[in-house]
């Protein structure tokens, strides 16, 4: 009887990254031996030195690691297919004798980081998710046999977490240092490369003009606290919030992302003017017309005053020392405001706004682009005006920051003079914040992303989610497309996600996402014109109630598409409710409540809107009252469900 061959032992292997180099390649190295240590149980250990006898994988290109240098010198490899200092990463692998090696290169550091995440997504079956990853394990991960080259469609890809105020999970302003570990990685694994924390000033005023705003009492309301918005206390203290601040950032920075500074006229709602500078520095002041952001904390100091727009850029220069870089500015212009009944003398006064902080910045940072942020472009201004300003703009410095590009409003990028003209980034809006549903009006979202792709002026994709991770779905959606854009199809892109996030579960939740898919469609924060009284409308039921001045007709085409989903709402529920892992599976167990308060939610919306019509039509019949009274009775038990969901 003939013994069994032996087995030849598992060769070593090896981690070999740069040794002079930035932060992120260290970081690239440390996170393949966790990554690998995960799925195997086994810690490669990382060096900078070869032993030439162990299988190694090498961090970084030849422009940061002399062994991958070597290679090509010495003829043993012929080079990488990328552009230096660029966000382009291969994954090659080669045999060096009896050895295998895995080369991990990227145009610069963050890129080296994709290639690594990537590299687990695709030999492993590592998946990344803003609740976790799906680590799957295995004796060995095989490096051999890959030749993988990527390149972003677009140079610019993040997010922009807001300042809203909600629960922890929705809301940036709440998270901890690890919450935004969590975050920048994810923003990492997912190959983006900027992102924003539009989260409030934090103590810039206490940073910039140290002599004149104190930091206020942690343990008291705010020295402006005279009613509304001032009136309260701070989340946490605000000599806390600019460590956080700082540490968040450098956590970004040493991975090579991208952080914008604001400039201009920044005080807005979220950053408002400490009452010690009004008081003691005197600002003359901009007076509104409107009643929105009319505390005197929220107005803005007029810049055609020398001393203000100098104090303007003060707090940009103290947050660039203190936590930020000067690479990449934001403006919001006069955002949201309002200054004149004079539409002309109105658009002067934002045009010259423009003007001055554009003038500045070039004067002080002549190679550093500026975001043209789109939020007053879209509510404000016509299609013309914007083609105004953009015609008075330096396309060599200025990039328009359209976040808003999937409304549904007139005023928007299509007829603003950007596309095959001006450099501009699509961004996808997920608002408002007061729901935290699933929703978004997909259709046009592909049909103008389309126009984006196609377009060599549109240099960016960004996401603004005004709470944070209230979809999952649209966050794998946005970030797919922002690397590579309309590669797949919805039922595609469906099936992928299920696969991916599901696992055992994928085959009944694709199922539910195909037919949850158009219920998710019906409400959008854009909607179509037929729909504006109904958007969200079980929160602005006291906001709108004057529904005998309604149009009936306009509530038909979003009943019509209700009734018509009502067959997918039960099945969807049916199925979710026969699912029997979800104690068992967090993602599923996620999704599961997400998906089911979105349909008591979206049907709540749409009887309030039955109620709205009916009460249009209401001509002292019995009959009609009696359909409100069953609409309302329908609504009430709705409320009384998702309240017991949510529970």
């Not at 060096?96 to 492993?124: D, Q």
């Not at 998710?129 to 295995?138: H, L």
């Not at 952080?259 to 005197?282: A, N, V």
Request: glycine letters at 6%.
């Amino acid at each position: 009887m003939k013994s069994a061959p032996e087995r030849s032992p598992v060769k070593k292997i090896k981690i070999i990254k740069p040794a002079f180099c930035q932060k992120v390649y260290d970081i690239a190295a440390e996170e393949f031996q966790r990554l690998y240590c995960e799925v195997t149980g086994i810690k490669p250990p990382v060096v900078t030195e070869d032993d030439r006898e162990s299988d190694l994988v090498v961090i970084g290109s030849d422009a940061v690691n002399s062994f991958s240098a070597d290679l090509i010198f010495e003829k043993k490899f012929e080079g990488f297919d990328l552009r230096y200092g660029t966000d382009d990463y291969n994954i090659r692998s080669m045999g060096l004798g009896e050895r295998s090696i895995l080369l991990i290169a990227g145009g610069r550091g963050r890129s080296t980081l994709y290639a690594v995440y990537h590299f687990f997504e695709k030999r492993a079956g590592c998946r990344y998710f803003w609740d976790g990853d799906r680590i799957p394990n295995a004796d060995s991960v095989n490096i051999a046999g890959l030749n993988v080259s990527e390149s972003p469609r677009f140079e610019y890809r993040g997010v922009r977490y807001f300042a809203h105020r909600s629960l922890h999970r929705f809301q940036a302003e709440h998270w901890s240092y690890e919450d935004w570990r969590r975050e920048i990685d994810l923003l990492l694994k997912k190959r983006l490369n900027m992102f924003m924390l539009r989260i409030g000033n934090d103590d810039i005023f206490q940073k910039a003009f140290p002599d004149v705003v104190d930091y206020p009492l942690s343990d008291r309301k705010l020295p402006e606290a005279v009613g509304g918005y001032d009136d309260r206390t701070l989340f946490w203290p605000l000599q806390y919030r600019g460590e956080l601040r700082k540490k968040i950032l450098d956590y970004a920075f040493e991975r090579d992302l991208i952080h914008p500074e604001d400039c201009g006229t920044i005080t807005h709602w979220y950053s408002r003017t400490p009452i010690q500078f009004l008081e003691k520095m005197k600002p003359k002041l901009l007076s509104q017309r409107t009643k929105y952001y009319n505390e005197s904390t929220a107005l803005v100091w007029d810049i055609r005053d020398d001393r203000n727009l100098e104090n303007y850029f003060k707090l940009t220069e103290a947050h660039i020392k203190e936590y930020g870089r000067s690479g990449l500015f934001h403006t919001i212009g006069l955002a949201e405001r309002s200054y004149s009944d004079d539409r002309d003398a109105e658009l002067r006064l934002k045009l010259y706004v423009y003007r001055r902080i554009v003038n500045y910045l070039k004067e002080r940072w002549p190679n550093a682009p500026l975001l043209i942020a789109s939020w007053d472009l879209w509510m404000f201004y016509t299609a013309d005006e914007v083609k105004k300003l953009l015609s008075e703009l330096d396309p060599d410095q200025a990039i328009l920051f359209d976040y808003t590009s999937d409304t549904v409003r007139e005023s928007n990028f299509t007829n603003w003079g950007v596309v095959g003209k001006f450099p501009w980034i699509f961004g996808i809006f997920h608002a408002y914040e007061r729901n935290s549903e699933i929703r978004g009006n997909y259709d046009l979202t592909e049909e103008r992303l389309a126009i984006a792709k196609d377009d060599s002026f549109c240099k960016g994709l960004v996401f603004w989610p005004e709470i944070s991770h209230s979809d999952t779905f649209m966050l794998e959606f946005f970030a797919e497309n922002a690397w590579a854009p309309l590669t797949m199809s919805m039922d595609e892109r469906i099936g992928k996600y299920c696969v991916n996030r599901y696992q055992s579960d994928s085959g009944a939740m694709t199922e539910v996402w195909s037919r949850f898919m158009p219920i998710v469609k019906l409400i959008s924060w854009s909607m179509e014109n037929t729909g504006r009284n109904v958007n969200e409308c079980f929160i602005d039921i006291f906001r709108f109630p004057l529904w005998d001045e309604m149009d009936p007709s306009a509530f038909e085409r979003i009943l019509d598409n209700a009734a018509k989903n009502v067959g997918n709402a039960v099945n969807v529920l049916e199925t979710l409710a026969s699912l029997d892992n979800i104690t068992k599976d967090k993602f599923l167990r996620r999704d599961v409540f997400d998906i089911a308060r979105t349909i008591c939610g979206r049907y709540l919306n749409l009887g309030i809107a039955l109620i709205q019509k009916l009460v249009c039509q209401w001509r002292n019949s019995m009959d009609t009252a009696g359909a409100v009274f069953k609409a309302c009775g329908g609504c009430t038990r709705l409320m009384e469900l998702l309240a017991e969901l949510l529970s």
